[in-house]
């Protein structure tokens, strides 16, 4: 069967309140705003960012084969011959084709906020839902006001359902996301200390994630967490919105969604969970207690969207952590392998406690150690030296051997630290890459996490990058 474009130009033009200029192909396949990752048959929106200007890249974009290139018109004066759309804002007319698209699908879409776990309950909500039917997700982490109306641009118009992720960084930056996407089903995985320097209180964030709901659909659904302790003030937040029907997930005996037991293992969970008034039995694949209770909100949301109850278990079970979200990894060293987590995407005080605690069941070699590699914790404002040196407490108490610590804010920790736990401490994690990559040895388990601009990342690349990856089928004893 023969694929629909996703635009036709005229559409998009008209979408976006610009002009054609030139002789632009007639349909679009995709929406791009990134040349490097640009594919042929896709228009290409130059957006003004911080580091760049993307008008810079609209004629290597065109070489690229790209079917437009969208343009302000300032910057259409003095263009080049080429195939455009000329707008008032690029940003805008994104904005503007992402509302178009979301009001031309029939799609049953979620919209996912929450101080942690957004990105991996979208993931594992859009798994979910593609076997039920197709289904539109972010590939990556598009929460902020760019990546929000690009991911609506890119939705096609016969999508059976969405998966949006909607972040922020200070007060009033969800509304306008959440009325773009206009969710079925809002869902809140948490509410925690995260961006408290920026919002000043958690009170502050729990009322700026509760922003979600301005957007939900007459008749939709809040999906909240029971257990937290913001739970009242998000419920109320969502009735004062119109929402009628909450739908709870937790722990607490009157969550509708209920963790009855669970079963925590070193590759995934067994959980024992109430649905709504079914019992469901399912694995989840990936360790963590705090990824099973995620799960809790996707089978939440999955009910609520129509899928069926035991496809959605099933589907748990293929869950797998990837980069950045603790992927695992068997790397090979000189004379055995070493276990490598990547938790490197992010972090606050939260989801690092929460690693420690995957890294402290996780099973090592016979002589091996359990290593973690912590990067800051970024945006904690006056807590941050009191939430850093406080990680010494899982720490201690998970039996960690060694703690490798990079960053200003890092160095409190390390000061907690006893003797025998203080392995490296540099600066930067430039500076502490090469502590990490001679400080490994046969059987250990390494588990790296930091905020993003901690650059923790780079420092997960350079030990793949120095030691290969050990194939599935040699991975037996390898340790």
């Given amino acids: 069967m023969t694929q629909q474009p996703l635009w036709t130009t005229e559409a998009l033009a008209r979408a976006m309140g610009g002009r054609i200029l030139g002789k632009p192909a007639a349909t679009i396949s995709d929406i791009s705003i990134d040349t490097r990752t640009l594919n042929a048959g896709e228009a290409y929106v130059a957006i003004k960012g911080l580091a760049h200007d993307g008008h810079a890249f609209a004629g290597a974009a065109l070489e690229k084969g790209a079917s437009v290139a969208v343009i302000s018109e300032d910057w259409a004066q003095a263009a080049p011959p080429g195939a455009y759309i000329a707008v008032a804002d690029p940003l805008k007319a994104l904005e503007r084709a992402g509302i178009v698209a979301r009001a031309r699908t029939a799609a049953k879409i979620v919209g996912i906020t929450g101080s942690v776990g957004k990105t991996s309950t979208k993931e594992t909500l859009a798994r979910v839902l593609a ?15 760019i990546g929000v109306p690009l991911t609506l641009a890119r939705m096609p118009a016969g999508a059976e359902f969405g998966v949006f992720e909607i ?9 306008p996301l ?12 948490a509410i925690e200390a995260v ?25 939709g659904v809040a999906v909240l967490p029971r257990d937290n302790r913001f ?3 998000l419920a109320k937040a969502a009735r004062a919105a119109g929402i009628e ?15 009855m037991r669970i079963v925590l293992a070193a590759e995934c969970s067994t959980v024992f969970a109430r649905v709504m008034g079914t019992d469901v039995t399912y694995k989840f694949g990936a360790p963590g207690k705090h990824l099973a209770m995620n799960s809790l909100a996707v089978l939440a949301a999955a009910k609520l969207v129509g899928c069926d109850l035991a496809l959605t278990a099933l589907t748990l079970g293929e869950t797998r952590a990837v980069a950045g979200r603790g992927e695992k990894s068997l790397r090979r060293l000189p004379s055995g392998a070493f276990t490598l987590l990547d938790e490197s995407y992010n972090a606050n005080p939260v989801s690092v406690r929460a690693a420690i605690s995957v890294l402290a069941g996780a099973p090592k070699g016979p002589q091996g150690r359990r290593i973690v590699v912590l990067g800051d914790m970024l945006e904690l404002g006056n807590e941050a030296e009191r939430l850093h040196a406080e990680l010494a407490e899982p720490i201690d108490k998970g039996s960690i051997d060694l703690v490798f610590c990079s960053g200003p804010m890092m160095r409190h920790l390390w000061d907690r630290l006893p003797p025998h736990r203080r392995a490296g401490y540099a600066p930067t994690a430039a500076e502490l890459e090469p502590l990490v990559v001679r400080g490994l040895k046969p059987g250990d388990v390494v588990m790296v996490k930091g905020s993003r601009g901690s650059r923790m990342a780079p420092l997960v690349e350079t030990l793949k990058a120095t030691y290969e990856a050990v194939p599935a089928e040699d991975q037996q004893g390898a340790a």
Avoid: C, Q, W
């Avoid at 972040?167 to 509304?175: D, Q, R």
């Avoid at 996407?181 to 995985?189: H, L, N």
């Fill in 245 to 259: 029907t909450i739908v709870s997930f937790g722990e607490h005996e009157e969550a509708d969604v209920r963790l």
């Fill in 231 to 233: 739970y009242e003030r």
């Fill in 195 to 219: 961006h408290i320097e920026n919002l000043g209180s958690i009170e502050a964030i729990a009322d700026a994630k509760a922003e979600i709901f301005v957007g939900v659909e007459h008749g």
């Fill in 178 to 189: 959440t009325r773009m996407v206009r969710p079925d089903v809002a869902v809140i995985t």
């Fill in 167 to 175: 972040g922020m960084n200070h007060a009033g930056e969800i509304t």
């Fill in 131 to 145: 076997r039920e039917g197709r289904t539109h997700a972010p590939p990556k982490s598009f929460n902020n006001h």
